[in-house]
């Protein structure tokens, strides 16, 4: 299986701030690989996809880059309904596999 | 508007079973790759299975393998998790999601989730 590593496991932010979010993979998964946003008791929603594909209906602030087994999500100005835990997937091979998250609180 | 509602989750004893369901609209559900996946308490999200467009290739996390069976109704617009002999270690939150065309595609819409709980 291919192993995702997301790194910070949390972070403290203030609104307007830039937040950067890394993704390791185990072993190339280009292009595959998606971002999503979960908040608590809500669906999963997708941000992300192909790399840096930006889903319909998400904000520009999100972005994301990479290629081969490293990748970066970022938030150019850290919004109030941003606070949130996020999650890379490579949908590459199977099983598909998420990285362990990465939760944005409010500082 | 694309809508995922799971239904079927809830209190289950160690080494039984559930259906899960999953009811959707909005879309062409036999266009697309079906998904489950799961949220253990204080744990991040894990793919548990897949099926194609057809329904006859299914796909399952080695945690669930020979323990469960993902089916799809295309004329329903429905797609089912069936589990049994659960554990504690099944305890999660239950999500279906919406593929795409290919297995390789991102999952582009998510359900609620429904609650499983394997408790004595």
């Known amino acids: 299986d291919i192993q995702m590593t997301q790194s910070p496991s949390s972070l403290s932010a203030s609104v307007g701030d830039k937040v950067t979010i890394t993704c390791r993979a185990s072993q190339s998964v280009t292009p595959n690989l998606n971002w999503y946003q979960h908040k608590p008791g809500k669906a999963p929603n997708l941000l992300i996809y192909a790399t840096s594909t930006l889903q319909t209906g998400v904000p520009s602030r999100f972005s994301g880059s990479g290629s081969g087994t490293d990748f970066t999500l970022t938030i150019s100005s850290l919004q109030p309904e941003d606070f949130a835990t996020y999650y890379c997937?490579?949908?590459?091979?199977?099983?598909?596999?998420f990285g362990q998250g990465t939760r944005v609180e409010n500082k | 508007e694309v809508h995922l509602v799971e239904s079927g989750g809830g209190l289950v004893q160690p080494g039984g079973s559930l259906r899960l369901s999953c009811a959707t609209s909005?879309?062409?559900?036999?266009?697309?790759?079906m998904y489950w996946a799961r949220q253990a308490p204080g744990t991040g999200l894990m793919w548990v299975s897949r099926?194609?467009?057809?329904?006859?290739?299914?796909t399952y996390a080695d945690s669930v393998k020979g323990r469960v069976t993902i089916s799809r109704d295309n004329a329903k617009n429905t797609m089912y998790l069936q589990m049994s002999n659960l554990t504690v270690e099944d305890t999660a939150v239950y999500y279906c999601?919406?593929?795409?065309?290919?297995?390789?595609?991102?999952?582009?819409?998510w359900g609620q989730g429904t609650l499983v709980t394997v408790s004595s």
């Open positions: 909005g879309f062409t559900f036999s266009d697309y790759w």
């Open positions: 099926i194609n467009i057809g329904g006859t290739i299914p």
């Open positions: 999601a919406k593929g795409g065309q290919y297995f390789t595609s991102p999952w582009d819409s």
């Open positions: 997937q490579q949908s590459y091979r199977t099983p598909p596999t």
